[in-house]
Protein backbone atom coordinates (compact mmCIF):
# COMPACT_ATOMS: atom_id res chain seq x y z
CA UNK A 1 0.00 0.00 0.00
CA UNK A 2 1.31 3.24 -0.41
CA UNK A 3 1.88 5.59 2.09
CA UNK A 4 4.00 9.32 2.76
CA UNK A 5 5.37 10.38 5.88
CA UNK A 6 6.63 13.63 6.58
CA UNK A 7 7.56 13.03 10.48
CA UNK A 8 8.24 16.82 11.25
CA UNK A 9 4.89 18.70 12.46
CA UNK A 10 5.94 21.67 12.54
CA UNK A 11 9.48 23.62 12.01
CA UNK A 12 10.29 27.19 13.27
CA UNK A 13 13.14 28.75 12.08
CA UNK A 14 14.24 32.73 11.70
CA UNK A 15 14.08 34.32 8.51
CA UNK A 16 17.43 33.61 6.44
CA UNK A 17 17.68 30.57 7.89
CA UNK A 18 17.74 26.73 5.81
CA UNK A 19 14.94 24.62 6.39
CA UNK A 20 14.72 21.12 4.67
CA UNK A 21 11.29 19.24 5.05
CA UNK A 22 11.52 15.76 5.00
CA UNK A 23 9.35 13.12 3.02
CA UNK A 24 9.58 9.60 2.90
CA UNK A 25 7.26 7.41 0.70
CA UNK A 26 6.10 3.30 0.78
CA UNK A 27 5.24 2.38 -2.66
CA UNK A 28 5.48 -1.46 -4.28
CA UNK A 29 5.12 -0.02 -7.62
CA UNK A 30 8.47 0.90 -10.12
CA UNK A 31 6.50 4.11 -11.36
CA UNK A 32 4.97 6.29 -9.55
CA UNK A 33 5.24 10.61 -9.22
CA UNK A 34 6.38 12.69 -6.34
CA UNK A 35 4.63 16.04 -5.45
CA UNK A 36 5.19 18.87 -3.07
CA UNK A 37 2.02 21.26 -2.39
CA UNK A 38 2.44 24.78 -0.55
CA UNK A 39 -0.67 25.31 1.79
CA UNK A 40 -0.25 29.29 2.69
CA UNK A 41 -2.38 30.59 5.17
CA UNK A 42 -5.03 30.82 2.72
CA UNK A 43 -5.88 27.87 2.58
CA UNK A 44 -5.12 27.17 -1.22
CA UNK A 45 -2.92 24.37 -2.56
CA UNK A 46 -0.62 26.16 -4.70
CA UNK A 47 2.00 23.16 -7.02
CA UNK A 48 5.35 23.28 -6.59
CA UNK A 49 7.07 19.98 -8.25
CA UNK A 50 6.17 17.07 -9.69
CA UNK A 51 8.52 14.69 -10.07
CA UNK A 52 8.89 10.79 -11.40
CA UNK A 53 10.22 7.85 -10.08
CA UNK A 54 12.78 7.46 -13.27
CA UNK A 55 14.50 10.94 -12.77
CA UNK A 56 16.39 10.56 -9.83
CA UNK A 57 17.76 14.64 -10.69
CA UNK A 58 17.93 16.93 -7.83
CA UNK A 59 15.93 20.02 -9.22
CA UNK A 60 16.62 23.75 -7.69
CA UNK A 61 13.98 26.89 -8.83
CA UNK A 62 15.16 29.90 -7.05
CA UNK A 63 15.18 29.46 -3.31
CA UNK A 64 14.08 25.67 -3.34
CA UNK A 65 15.68 22.51 -4.49
CA UNK A 66 14.53 19.06 -3.82
CA UNK A 67 16.21 15.86 -2.95
CA UNK A 68 14.90 12.62 -4.50
CA UNK A 69 16.83 9.48 -3.22
CA UNK A 70 15.45 5.97 -4.57
CA UNK A 71 17.78 4.44 -1.99
CA UNK A 72 15.95 5.55 0.72
CA UNK A 73 12.46 6.53 -0.85
CA UNK A 74 13.17 10.36 0.21
CA UNK A 75 12.05 13.44 -1.80
CA UNK A 76 13.26 16.07 0.46
CA UNK A 77 12.54 19.80 0.08
CA UNK A 78 14.79 22.56 0.88
CA UNK A 79 14.46 26.20 1.15
CA UNK A 80 17.30 28.40 1.06
CA UNK A 81 18.02 31.75 2.90
CA UNK A 82 13.96 31.16 4.07
CA UNK A 83 11.36 34.22 4.21
CA UNK A 84 8.75 35.01 6.12
CA UNK A 85 6.11 34.82 2.90
CA UNK A 86 7.38 30.73 3.34
CA UNK A 87 5.50 30.48 6.07
CA UNK A 88 2.98 27.72 5.03
CA UNK A 89 1.55 24.09 5.28
CA UNK A 90 4.08 21.65 2.96
CA UNK A 91 2.37 18.74 2.05
CA UNK A 92 4.47 15.55 -0.11
CA UNK A 93 2.01 13.79 -1.85
CA UNK A 94 2.63 10.31 -3.89
CA UNK A 95 0.56 8.55 -6.89
CA UNK A 96 1.68 5.07 -8.74
CA UNK A 97 -0.78 5.99 -11.45
CA UNK A 98 1.48 7.11 -14.94
CA UNK A 99 -1.26 8.41 -16.73
CA UNK A 100 -2.74 12.02 -16.34
CA UNK A 101 -5.49 10.41 -14.24
CA UNK A 102 -3.99 9.94 -10.29
CA UNK A 103 -5.02 8.95 -6.60
CA UNK A 104 -2.63 11.25 -4.61
CA UNK A 105 -1.89 9.89 -1.01
CA UNK A 106 -0.99 12.96 1.00
CA UNK A 107 1.56 13.21 3.86
CA UNK A 108 0.06 15.26 6.70
CA UNK A 109 2.13 18.11 6.14
CA UNK A 110 4.69 20.32 7.91
CA UNK A 111 3.92 23.46 9.23
CA UNK A 112 6.87 26.08 8.52
CA UNK A 113 6.66 28.97 10.60
CA UNK A 114 9.52 31.35 9.61
CA UNK A 115 10.02 34.17 11.85
CA UNK A 116 11.49 37.48 11.41
CA UNK B 1 -9.79 30.93 -16.89
CA UNK B 2 -11.07 30.54 -13.31
CA UNK B 3 -9.76 27.51 -13.33
CA UNK B 4 -11.44 25.26 -10.54
CA UNK B 5 -14.40 27.31 -8.35
CA UNK B 6 -15.75 26.18 -5.51
CA UNK B 7 -19.23 27.27 -4.04
CA UNK B 8 -19.73 28.08 -0.54
CA UNK B 9 -16.71 29.16 0.82
CA UNK B 10 -17.88 28.39 4.22
CA UNK B 11 -21.28 26.21 5.43
CA UNK B 12 -22.59 25.52 8.96
CA UNK B 13 -24.95 23.11 8.99
CA UNK B 14 -27.06 21.26 11.85
CA UNK B 15 -26.82 17.80 12.48
CA UNK B 16 -29.00 15.69 9.72
CA UNK B 17 -29.13 18.44 7.42
CA UNK B 18 -28.20 17.79 3.72
CA UNK B 19 -26.53 20.11 1.39
CA UNK B 20 -24.42 19.95 -1.87
CA UNK B 21 -21.14 21.61 -2.12
CA UNK B 22 -20.52 23.06 -6.16
CA UNK B 23 -17.45 22.41 -7.89
CA UNK B 24 -17.10 23.89 -11.35
CA UNK B 25 -13.76 23.77 -13.62
CA UNK B 26 -13.57 25.71 -16.74
CA UNK B 27 -10.20 23.51 -18.27
CA UNK B 28 -11.85 20.97 -19.80
CA UNK B 29 -10.51 18.55 -17.13
CA UNK B 30 -12.14 15.12 -17.70
CA UNK B 31 -10.16 14.30 -14.63
CA UNK B 32 -12.06 15.64 -11.07
CA UNK B 33 -11.76 14.54 -7.70
CA UNK B 34 -12.71 15.35 -4.21
CA UNK B 35 -10.47 15.65 -0.96
CA UNK B 36 -11.32 16.07 2.37
CA UNK B 37 -8.57 17.42 4.94
CA UNK B 38 -9.13 17.49 8.59
CA UNK B 39 -7.48 19.41 10.98
CA UNK B 40 -3.65 18.83 11.23
CA UNK B 41 -3.90 16.06 8.66
CA UNK B 42 -3.27 15.72 4.94
CA UNK B 43 -6.38 15.49 2.08
CA UNK B 44 -8.02 12.23 1.81
CA UNK B 45 -10.00 11.37 -1.14
CA UNK B 46 -13.45 10.67 -1.19
CA UNK B 47 -14.70 9.91 -4.73
CA UNK B 48 -13.06 10.93 -8.36
CA UNK B 49 -14.59 10.92 -11.43
CA UNK B 50 -12.63 10.07 -14.80
CA UNK B 51 -15.30 11.63 -16.94
CA UNK B 52 -19.16 12.71 -17.60
CA UNK B 53 -21.21 9.83 -16.44
CA UNK B 54 -18.39 7.80 -14.73
CA UNK B 55 -17.52 8.36 -10.62
CA UNK B 56 -15.91 6.32 -8.16
CA UNK B 57 -14.89 5.92 -4.50
CA UNK B 58 -11.67 7.00 -2.99
CA UNK B 59 -10.44 6.37 0.36
CA UNK B 60 -12.94 7.80 2.31
CA UNK B 61 -16.51 7.65 0.67
CA UNK B 62 -19.03 6.78 3.56
CA UNK B 63 -21.53 9.31 4.07
CA UNK B 64 -21.01 11.22 0.55
CA UNK B 65 -22.53 10.92 -3.23
CA UNK B 66 -21.28 12.52 -6.61
CA UNK B 67 -22.64 12.88 -9.61
CA UNK B 68 -20.97 14.04 -13.03
CA UNK B 69 -23.43 15.10 -15.59
CA UNK B 70 -21.42 17.58 -17.37
CA UNK B 71 -17.61 17.65 -17.81
CA UNK B 72 -17.15 21.08 -16.07
CA UNK B 73 -19.56 20.14 -13.12
CA UNK B 74 -18.73 17.73 -10.05
CA UNK B 75 -20.86 18.37 -7.23
CA UNK B 76 -20.23 16.72 -3.44
CA UNK B 77 -23.78 15.70 -1.85
CA UNK B 78 -23.99 15.67 2.11
CA UNK B 79 -26.82 13.41 3.15
CA UNK B 80 -27.78 13.59 6.94
CA UNK B 81 -24.38 15.63 8.34
CA UNK B 82 -22.57 14.59 10.95
CA UNK B 83 -19.97 15.84 13.09
CA UNK B 84 -17.60 13.68 11.63
CA UNK B 85 -18.11 15.40 7.94
CA UNK B 86 -16.56 18.91 9.95
CA UNK B 87 -13.66 19.43 7.27
CA UNK B 88 -12.26 21.64 4.91
CA UNK B 89 -13.45 20.10 1.32
CA UNK B 90 -11.22 20.34 -1.80
CA UNK B 91 -12.23 20.00 -5.24
CA UNK B 92 -9.55 19.17 -7.95
CA UNK B 93 -9.08 18.34 -11.93
CA UNK B 94 -6.28 17.59 -14.14
CA UNK B 95 -6.02 16.83 -17.65
CA UNK B 96 -5.83 14.18 -19.61
CA UNK B 97 -2.62 13.27 -20.96
CA UNK B 98 0.28 11.19 -22.13
CA UNK B 99 2.01 11.93 -19.03
CA UNK B 100 1.29 13.25 -15.29
CA UNK B 101 0.30 16.43 -14.53
CA UNK B 102 -0.37 18.49 -11.00
CA UNK B 103 -3.79 18.42 -10.05
CA UNK B 104 -5.33 22.01 -9.90
CA UNK B 105 -7.18 22.27 -6.77
CA UNK B 106 -10.10 25.10 -5.84
CA UNK B 107 -10.35 27.05 -2.83
CA UNK B 108 -11.91 24.63 -0.47
CA UNK B 109 -15.10 24.82 1.74
CA UNK B 110 -15.14 24.77 4.77
CA UNK B 111 -17.81 22.96 6.52
CA UNK B 112 -18.89 23.01 10.49
CA UNK B 113 -21.73 20.52 11.30
CA UNK B 114 -23.13 21.01 14.60
Known amino acids: AQKVTQAQTEISVVEKEDVTLDCVYE???????LFWYKQPPSGELVFLIR??????QNEISGRYSWNFQKSTSSFNFTITASQVVDSAVYFCALSESNTGFQKLVFGTGTRLLVSP | NAGVTQTPKFRILKIGQSMTLQCTQDMNHNYMYWYRQDPGMGLKLIYYSVGAGITDKGEVPNGYNVSRSTTEDFPLRLELAAPSQTSVYFC?????????????FGPGTRLTVT
Open chain 2, 92 to 104: ASSPVAPRVYEQY
Open chain 1, 27 to 33: TRDTTYY
Open chain 1, 51 to 56: RNSFDE
